[in-house]
Nanobody, 114 residues
Framework: QVQFVESGGGLVQPGGSLRLSCAASGSGFSIYAMAWYRQAPGKKRELVAS???????NYADSVKGRFTISRDNAKKTVFLQMNSLNTEDTAVYYC????????WGQGTQVTVSS
């Protein structure tokens, strides 16, 4: 079973940037499609970005052009570069397998506020 530990969150002003990291443990990481999700207070968890083993990426409309997902299979790590952050990006961010319904980690809090 693959497990994930997210890091890199914090408090940032509107317009700022953050880079999230997700370290995976277990085997088979390189064959999995991976994704970043987020859950804002009072809202359902939503898919933010995904990346397949070959590198093709997809993004939610709300983050297109601002966020970039990438992966390092050798280090079993997934990244989320977030630029031009706004207050609506405030949420707990999680990484997991694409399409996952369980196996969630602790997540990392991102707060965008002036």
């Amino acid at each position: 079973q693959v497990q994930f530990v997210e890091s890199g969150g914090g408090l940032v002003q509107p317009g700022g940037s953050l880079r999230l990291s997700c370290a995976a443990s277990g085997s088979g990481f390189s064959i999995y499609a991976m994704a970043w999700y987020r859950q804002a207070p009072g809202k359902k968890r939503e898919l933010v970005a995904s990346i397949i083993p070959g590198g093709s990426r997809n993004y939610a409309d709300s983050v297109k052009g601002r966020f970039t997902i990438s992966r390092d299979n050798a280090k079993k790590t997934v990244f989320l570069q977030m630029n031009s952050l706004n207050t609506e990006d405030t949420a707990v961010y999680y990484c997991n397998l694409y399409g996952a319904t369980n196996g969630w980690g602790q997540g990392t809090q991102v707060t965008v506020s002036s």
